[in-house]
């Protein structure tokens, strides 16, 4: 059982709202990572990190910010939820390059 | 960019056969690939990782091979199982990240 826990599973809101989306994991990985995933559609990387203070955009443009304070702990904020938000968010941590990534069980989430 | 491709997004066999998934990468070289069961709802499970001086791995009934000339990699699951029902994604190391394919959708029918 993977120690990365992602919350809410599922979250419905209205358009304009600011949302965090929550990652944590307790097996002390250095590089965390999230992606985005629409029903039947590959992962795209939206963001990552490789330690406390350091973040980075990846391939998939996204208006969401992230941040990175302790070594366990990588939320998502979008700071005005938008219709075009809607999708499944994925968080995942590795203890390094060439090892398994373990992800967590994903928040899907529903903007109106 | 470095590209994952699952060229068969869906793949149905019988219980007990063998099932056969194909994944291709281009315009990059990685150094490992990975696969990963997905079970709809959920995160990606970590299955087997193979690197580039390897050909071939084996996990239970897991089989999965990089061929380097190819630029491919099969993922192979003897004696299926309605259980083994799942997309199977597969990912190879870029520079700084796991690029996804976009998983194949295997259906074993009892």
């Known amino acids: 059982e993977a120690d990365i826990y992602q919350t809410p599973r599922y979250l419905v809101i209205g358009t304009g709202k600011k949302i965090t989306l929550e990652c944590s994991q307790t097996m002390g990985h250095d590089k965390m990572y999230w992606y985005q995933q629409d029903p039947g559609m590959e992962l795209h990387l939206i963001h990552y990190?490789?330690?406390?203070?350091?973040?980075e955009k990846g391939d998939l443009s996204s208006e969401s910010t992230v941040s990175r304070i302790r070594t366990e702990h990588f939320p998502l904020t979008l700071e005005s939820a938008r219709p075009s938000h809607t999708s499944q968010y994925l968080c995942?941590?590795?203890?390094?390059?060439?090892?398994?990534?373990?992800f967590g069980q994903g928040t899907r989430l529903t903007v109106v | 960019s470095q590209k994952i491709e699952q060229n068969s997004e869906a793949l149905n066999i019988q219980e007990g056969k063998t099932a056969t998934l194909t994944c291709n990468y281009t315009n990059y070289s990685p150094a490992y690939l990975q696969w990963y069961r997905q079970d709809p709802g959920r995160g990606p499970v970590f299955l087997l990782l193979i690197r580039e001086n390897e050909k071939e791995k084996r996990k239970e009934r897991l089989k999965v091979t990089f061929d380097t000339t190819l630029k491919q990699s099969l993922f192979h699951i003897t004696a299926s199982q309605p259980a083994d029902s799942a997309t199977y994604l597969c990912s190879g190391a870029g520079s700084y990240q796991l690029t996804f394919g976009k998983g194949t959708k295997l259906s074993v029918i009892p």
């Open positions: 995942a941590s590795t203890e390094r390059m060439g090892t398994e990534a373990f």
């Open positions: 990190s490789y330690g406390v203070n350091s973040t």
